[in-house]
Nanobody
Framework: QVQLVEAGGGLVQAGGSLRLSCAFS????????MGWIRQAPGKEREFVAA????????SYADSAKGRFTISRDNTQNTMYLQMNSLKPEDTAVYYC??????????WGQGTQVTVSS
């Protein structure tokens, strides 16, 4: 059974930092592309960042470039999102996902990030 468990969310002041983690289990993590999506209140889900199975290929939303860093540790079956220079508009529930190709995409339960001004 595939499971993704996010952690690391919380309340932070504008300009602060948070590091989110996503623990993966149930398949071979090193073969799975992963990503982060967020959803703010009253808005649709928004792509944040993605990372290939090897970690060699990264992509970011324009809103995340220069402030967020996605990474993974295939020895720990965990993906990370380092978020710096946080802004109130980054307030959202952050979800990690795993693209298992023919099996589809799996999602975590989400972790709340709140940035106060």
């Amino acid at each position: 059974q595939v499971q993704l468990v996010e952690a690391g969310g919380g309340l932070v002041q504008a300009g602060g930092s948070l590091r989110l983690s996503c623990a993966f289990s149930g398949r071979t993590f090193s073969q799975v592309a992963m990503g982060w999506i967020r959803q703010a209140p009253g808005k649709e889900r928004e792509f944040v960042a993605a990372i290939s199975w090897s970690g060699d290929s990264l992509s970011y939303a324009d809103s995340a470039k220069g402030r967020f860093t996605i990474s993974r540790d295939n020895t720990q079956n965990t993906m990370y999102l380092q978020m710096n220079s946080l802004k109130p508009e980054d307030t959202a529930v952050y979800y990690c996902n795993a693209n298992l190709r023919s099996e589809g995409v799996y999602w975590g339960q989400g972790t709340q990030v709140t940035v106060s001004s």
